[in-house]
T-cell receptor, first 113, second 111 residues
């Protein structure tokens, strides 16, 4: 079946602009996660959803970052007033339920000029 | 954010050699995971470990959950060209959903 998909695959934006990153989880997966991967680094947790609720958003770096999930499916990560330090790969993962294996999408590569 | 200490950062080996990498943490984890990431892709789960002392194999890969619950290692035997990539360890605390990742080990193989 289809895996986790993310769009766009690449995004170049100017400093100060807002961006929206989309994640389509595996069908039937109730949990959805966002991670950020800076160049040459490991993944850093941002937020996770169980259904449409976000029990843990402790990893969001600032109030410029927000995320929502609708219909227990698609999620959007929004970064407002982007800064150059926001440049990274943003990875989404989903799992069948809590504490189940997390399956990752290919990521969105964001470059802020 | 908190990360695990993963070493080595990179390895350059000959095809056929065995590989070993490890992760340590100041925290006790309930679960240890090993992922592989190839260029342009997201990480793919290789091995999951759930009990202290557990030793698990997946083909040529073997991983162990340290007895102190603060470390784990991954071994790859008889490396082949398709083993090239970045290997990440990840830990998960009991009751938590997020994964805490190491910095990765970049594996390069000379044929």
């Amino acid at each position: 079946g289809a895996g986790v998909s993310q769009s766009p695959s690449n995004k170049v934006t100017e400093k100060g602009k807002d961006v929206e990153l989309r994640c389509d989880p595996i069908s039937g997966h109730t949990a959805l996660y966002w991670y950020r991967q800076s160049l040459g680094q490991g993944l850093e947790f941002l937020i996770y959803f169980q259904g449409n609720s976000a029990p843990d958003k402790s990893g969001l770096p600032s109030d410029r970052f927000s995320a929502e999930r609708t219909g227990g499916s698609v999620s959007t990560l929004t970064i407002q007033r982007t800064q150059q330090e926001d440049s990274a790969v943003y990875l989404c993962a989903s799992s069948l339920g809590v504490s189940e294996t997390q399956y990752f999408g290919p990521g969105t590569r964001l470059l802020v000029l | 954010g908190q990360q695990l200490n993963q070493s080595p950062q990179s390895m350059f080996i000959q095809e056929g050699e065995d590989v070993s990498m490890n992760c340590t943490s100041s925290s006790i984890f309930n679960t240890w995971l090993w992922y592989k990431q190839e260029p342009g892709e997201g990480p793919v789960l290789l091995i999951a470990l759930y009990k202290a002392g557990e030793l698990t194999s997946n083909g040529r890969l073997t991983a162990q959950f340290g007895i102190t619950r603060k470390d784990s290692f991954l071994n790859i035997s008889a490396s082949i060209p398709s083993d090239v990539g970045i290997y990440f360890c990840a830990g998960q605390w009991k009751g938590a959903q997020k994964l805490v990742f190491g910095q990765g080990t970049r594996l390069t193989i000379n044929p």
